[in-house]
């Protein structure tokens, strides 16, 4: 990869290891330097902790950022904040305010997930797209997963709402869903995009999971946005 590729910074979904973007990064690092973002196992962080987390480890070098599902939020606040250093954003089955009621998701902090049968776990995550080897690392990671810190996320998601800070981005905007998501759906996602043009979204083949089911086709999409949109800041 030359010195001048560009970077990409991945943050990860709730479960905040970055270790579910193993599949996608080796295509996206024949064209990006890649950096993922791991977010530490603490309770205490919010949304605004996790910004001033990926803050601090961007620094001050120009970037497209990734946010997967319960990062969406923290890479448009990082766009809305650092300005033209952001090249960029994706937001991968993601969303920009709660995507369900928020009582609902409260609720649901108490339900071990370490309990749920893995065959309804899995069918919500990826659907008929996954393989026994992903199947194993999201039984790996649920297993580890300390339940304050889910809880503490699905409580920051159930109040989340970057609408206002999103639709004032002046960057570039990529949004990419799984067709068959109902985890966090897409015509959430498709509703604003469209308030807000200017961004594109494509929907794949794929439940919620398409980042680790969908990653050649996802990483071509996202390599072509951003040549794209280069081209387009330079032309400006």
Not at 197 to 216: C, D, E, K, N, S
Request: proline share 8%.
């Amino acid at each position: 990869m030359a010195n001048d590729a560009p970077e990409i910074v991945l943050l990860p979904g709730l479960d905040g290891t970055g270790d579910l973007f193993d599949r996608v990064v080796p295509y996206l690092a024949r064209d990006f330097t890649v950096t993922v973002v791991r977010y530490p196992p603490d309770p205490t962080l919010g949304y605004a902790g996790y910004v001033e987390l990926v803050r601090n480890a961007i620094g001050s070098r120009p970037v497209y950022v990734l946010g997967e599902s319960f990062s969406g939020p923290v890479a448009v606040l990082i766009a809305a904040q650092l300005g033209a250093q952001v090249q960029g954003i994706v937001l991968a089955a993601s969303f920009v305010k709660n995507p369900w009621p928020g009582w609902l998701i409260r609720r649901s902090t108490r339900v071990d997930p370490r309990a749920t049968p893995p065959n309804i776990r899995n069918a919500i995550l990826m659907g008929p797209y996954g393989d026994g080897e992903l199947r194993d690392e999201v039984e790996k990671i649920v297993q580890a997963l300390p339940r304050p810190v889910r809880n503490a996320r699905l409580r920051a998601v159930a109040e989340v709402d970057v609408e206002a800070d999103f639709m004032r981005l002046n960057c570039p905007i990529l949004a990419l869903h799984g067709r068959s998501d109902w985890l966090v759906r897409k015509s959430l996602m498709q509703k604003v995009i469209g308030e807000k043009g200017r961004a594109r979204m494509i929907v794949f083949p794929a439940a919620h999971m398409l980042l680790q089911t969908q990653a050649a086709a996802v990483a071509t999409e996202i390599i072509e946005f951003t040549k794209s949109s280069a081209e387009e800041n330079y032309e400006a």
